[in-house]
């Protein structure tokens, strides 16, 4: 079954907030879990956490930009021919607030909802990605990282669009530990990056040139990654007598 590890980024004083994660069948899953426990032993590594690994902190004091390569390059090597793809969300925060109200959007779906809410929509209805119909057929198991405060509004959104016939009844989620996979730890990675990336160009209006982060450099090449801005935000709603479809969608400008 298709299963994908989800992980959110946010900062105070950042424009937007992301949700990221990559996307792989489940049993190809533990072998990359196994060759990337073996690359973390080799580099000492306890925990993959984006923003120590930023700063050189934690497990990562003191390492040189060579190390920090050569690490990057070794999770890269783990994910190829295991991780399909990569997919991430972002969307700025206070738009979506002012938005929310005009729209009458559901009151009980914050921009971190609805971030999480594209991807599915994504996964399921989008062709970018390319598996519509497996999906369609078996369903996602979704694995997001615990912690968050609107988690139950996901919860709450893959069990109504299951009541309701939009995914079919194999659609999971789970919530899970940061230190419970590497999975959900490269996650964090992508998550922290694809935010900077959505911040930087929300906050430009596209006109900002920046220099490639790790995940341009090291693992984007050889493993597709689907990022998108949501800059506006629009529903299908179900219809309460006729049972239609309800779908977070809005327009996504790739990143």
Request: aromatic residues 10%; proline residues 3%.
């Amino acid at each position: 079954m298709l299963t994908i590890y989800l992980d959110d980024s946010d900062a105070d004083t950042g424009a937007v907030m992301t949700i990221a994660g990559y996307l792989a069948e489940q049993d190809d899953w533990a072998r990359f879990e196994a060759h990337a426990e073996k690359v973390c032993h080799d580099f000492d590594v306890d925990v993959i956490h984006c923003r120590e690994f930023e700063k050189n902190k934690g497990c990562f004091k003191g390492w040189s930009i060579p190390r920090k390569t050569a690490f990057m390059l070794a999770i890269r090597d783990a994910m190829l021919g295991t991780v399909l793809c990569g997919i991430s969300r972002s969307m700025p925060k206070d738009y979506y607030k002012a938005r929310k109200a005009q729209l009458r959007l559901n009151p009980q779906i914050g921009a971190y909802g609805f971030c999480f809410g594209t991807i599915v929509h994504t996964l399921c209805h989008g062709n970018e990605v390319g598996l519509m119909d497996q999906v369609k057929a078996e369903g996602v198991a979704y694995k997001v990282e615990t912690g968050h405060k609107n988690n139950p509004e996901l919860e709450a959104y893959i069990q109504s669009e299951v009541e309701h016939g939009n995914l079919t009844a194999a659609t999971s989620i789970e919530f899970v530990e940061k230190t419970s996979c590497r999975a959900i730890q490269i996650a964090d990675l992508y998550a922290f990056f694809s935010r900077k990336k959505a911040n930087r160009w929300f906050k430009s209006k596209g006109k900002l040139a920046y220099f490639p982060d790790v995940i341009d450099l090291h693992i984007q090449p050889l493993i597709p990654h689907f990022n998108g801005l949501v800059e506006e935000p629009y529903t299908s709603a179900t219809n309460l007598r006729t049972g239609a479809e309800f779908q977070i969608k809005g327009l996504v400008t790739n990143l």
